[in-house]
């Protein structure tokens, strides 16, 4: 269950009162929009209500089977979505970060994956309920859910030709540059990865073991392609050689 919850309740009428501490609250990513140019008249009723919640680190957001009745943003955190097997295998799915939804995919039906915080994580969920209405009244909106669905399903894409096709030193650069991408940070000699996760994480999503991780991160990290100043964080040094490595030209 959520350590803390805090609820915005909006006017059901066709006007929504004060939405800026929500809008403000939620960020400029996504179908939020950017504060200073949202139309509140052209999105009324988005959210009929919305609840803030935290989690702590390994805490269930959803499970795998619950009524999949709200969407959620990652607001601070991150969060990993997972299928748990009844022998103890776990195969990890995909990964949120501030600004990305989670549950979208799902709506009037169970879920089918398992959310957890990977740390100390804030959400906000939004109930299902809100999209249907959303989806008649507002383009803009409809803009955006289909471009969530589709950089969804791009991700899924990817992510299957790294499980099918895909050599150990490939699955692992392509997600080190699909990181890069999400979460880099440029530094002096190089671009930093706050991952917020660990090797076996690593390893559930690429579908390898823990050891196989290790060691290709350290070779990785051997030719100068990266550095490893923490357990969850890289630095990349070497971009290109990484995409060559990706590429199986490496």
């Not at 609820?7 to 929500?22: E, I, K, R, W, Y």
């Not at 935290?54 to 009745?69: L, T, V, Y």
């Not at 969920?125 to 409809?142: T, V």
Request: hydrophobic residues 40%; contains cysteine; glycine residues 12%.
């Amino acid at each position: 269950m959520s350590i803390g919850t805090k609820t915005f309740n909006h006017a059901t009428s066709g006007q929504v009162p004060d939405m800026g501490g929500l809008v403000a609250f939620l960020g400029t990513n996504g179908f939020s929009g950017e504060a200073e140019n949202w139309d509140e008249g052209r999105v009324s009723g988005f959210p009929t209500a919305a609840s803030v919640l935290e989690f702590e680190r390994n805490q269930a957001i959803f499970s795998d089977g619950d009524p999949a009745g709200s969407f959620y943003k990652v607001t601070s955190g991150a969060v990993r979505l997972c299928k748990l097997f009844a022998d103890g295998r776990r195969q990890i799915a995909g990964f949120c970060f501030p600004g990305e939804y989670f549950g979208l995919a799902c709506q009037g039906k169970e879920y089918a994956l398992t959310a957890e915080a990977m740390i100390g994580t804030t959400v906000v969920r939004f109930p299902h309920s809100c999209l249907a209405d959303l989806d008649r009244s507002s383009a803009e909106f409809r803009s955006h859910l289909v471009a969530l669905l589709c950089g969804e399903l791009s991700l899924a894409q990817n992510h299957l030709l790294m499980l099918g096709r895909q050599t150990v030193k490939e699955r692992i650069a392509s997600f080190l540059l699909m990181m890069l991408d999400r979460r880099g940070r440029d530094r002096r000699d190089g671009v930093m990865l706050d991952l917020h996760m660990g090797r076996q994480d690593i390893a559930d999503y690429l579908g390898l073991t823990i050891e196989t991780v290790c060691r290709t991160i350290s070779d990785l990290k051997r030719a100068g392609v990266l550095g490893v100043p923490g357990p969850r964080e890289i630095v990349v040094k070497k971009i290109r050689l990484l995409q060559d490595t990706a590429n199986g030209e490496a």
